[in-house]
């Protein structure tokens, strides 16, 4: 198509677009990775300090305590800037650097409000599996013990599956909405 356009083509655009976005946004899901270095750091340190019962003495917990803060705010620092890039990457003819650039930005003076926006949609979407899955729970139990034949029937997997795909698609496009409004607001 390239070719016949007149255009010479290159690999770069045909690894990038051949897949759609599928290369691009594995690119960026590599550079949240690396965002999630530090907060990773503090899980394995936290693991081993409790462990060896290092954060029994006072001085020693304070410390860890403050440099674990201090990556887990290095993590959300960096966070946000990849999460907007997985939104703007999937606009054609993009590629993922570029999309990182466009989210700095994007995110430059917003990045508080986008962290806000995130907890948000965590504590939401927390809020609704309790609603949801919690009666969907007693009420196979229920029915399980008043009905033998239900035994057999996975109710709580099914609907567990279906919150699964409800909660991708509600992050996707919550984020994707909000990214859309910041970009608005920013011309």
């Not at 999460?83 to 590629?95: D, E, W």
Request: proline share 5%; with cysteine.
């Amino acid at each position: 198509r390239h070719i016949l356009a007149g255009n010479r083509p290159r690999f770069r655009d045909g690894l990038y677009n051949a897949f759609a976005p599928l290369i691009s946004v594995f690119v960026i899901l590599v550079v949240v990775a690396i965002h999630l270095i530090p907060f990773f750091i503090f899980l394995i340190v936290y693991s081993v300090a409790v462990s060896t019962d290092f954060l029994s003495q006072p001085l020693y917990a304070f410390l860890f305590w403050l440099l674990g803060s201090l990556l887990i705010i290095l993590s959300l620092y960096l966070l946000p800037v990849s999460l907007i890039a997985l939104s703007s990457v999937t606009v054609p003819g993009i590629y993922p650097m570029q999309a990182l650039y466009a989210a700095m930005d994007v995110i430059q003076s917003r990045r508080i409000r986008y962290i806000m926006r995130i907890i948000f949609l965590i504590i939401f979407l927390a809020l609704m599996w309790v609603i949801v899955m919690l009666p969907i729970t007693w009420l196979d139990l229920f029915l399980k013990e008043e009905m033998g034949w239900l035994v057999g029937f996975p109710l709580v997997p099914i609907c567990l599956q279906l919150m699964i795909a409800f909660s991708i698609v509600y992050i996707t496009s919550y984020l994707y909405l909000f990214y859309r409004r910041m970009l608005d607001a920013a011309d």
